[in-house]
């Protein structure tokens, strides 16, 4: 029988709640996953659906005290989508030098950015690589 990797309780952190963050976390929620969610401007959490049932925090995430109260440590899994490269950068750093998280995936809007985090295991996501791949579809359909 094929079986979740994610182990059932665990925590997923995720990093801003931005349009993407926000997203991801409502998704998160609906499956029951145990979701926390930071971001530095409390009013971001409005983009949380009424039926999330995770934790939000206030709080720059670049602060170990708040990724230390977003039980940063107990997290398998740390999606770091603020809307700072550098800021991800850092944060991905952290979550994997600093905490041994197993799985971190961020987002960079500078493709170029890529060669400082290659050394870490982290999945990158580079919104202008999957939108010219987009419009070369359509383009070619
Ligand atoms: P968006 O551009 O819509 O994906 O939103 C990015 C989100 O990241 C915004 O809600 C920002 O307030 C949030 N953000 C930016 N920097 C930080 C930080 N250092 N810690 C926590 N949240 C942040």
Redesign the pocket.
């Known amino acids: 029988m094929e079986r979740n990797i994610e182990k059932k309780d665990s925590n997923i952190l995720i ?7 926000a997203s991801i976390a409502n998704s998160l929620s609906n499956r029951n996953k145990n979701v926390t969610i ?4 409390k009013d ?1 959490f409005r983009k949380l659906s009424p039926s999330f049932g995770g934790l939000a925090l206030e ?4 602060n170990i005290d708040i990724l230390k109260e977003a039980q940063i440590e107990k997290s398998s899994v740390v999606v770091s ?4 490269d550098n ?1 991800n950068i850092m944060l991905v750093q952290m979550a994997k030098e600093m905490f041994s998280v197993d799985k971190v995936i961020t ?1 960079l809007y500078d493709p170029e950015r890529e060669s400082v985090i290659k050394e870490f295991e982290v999945d990158i996501i580079f919104p202008s690589i999957l939108s010219a791949n987009e419009v070369d579809k359509i383009l070619s359909m």
């Open positions: 990093i801003g709640c931005g349009r993407l963050g930071i971001d530095i401007n971001s709080g720059d995430a670049t989508v603020t809307n700072n800021t987002r």
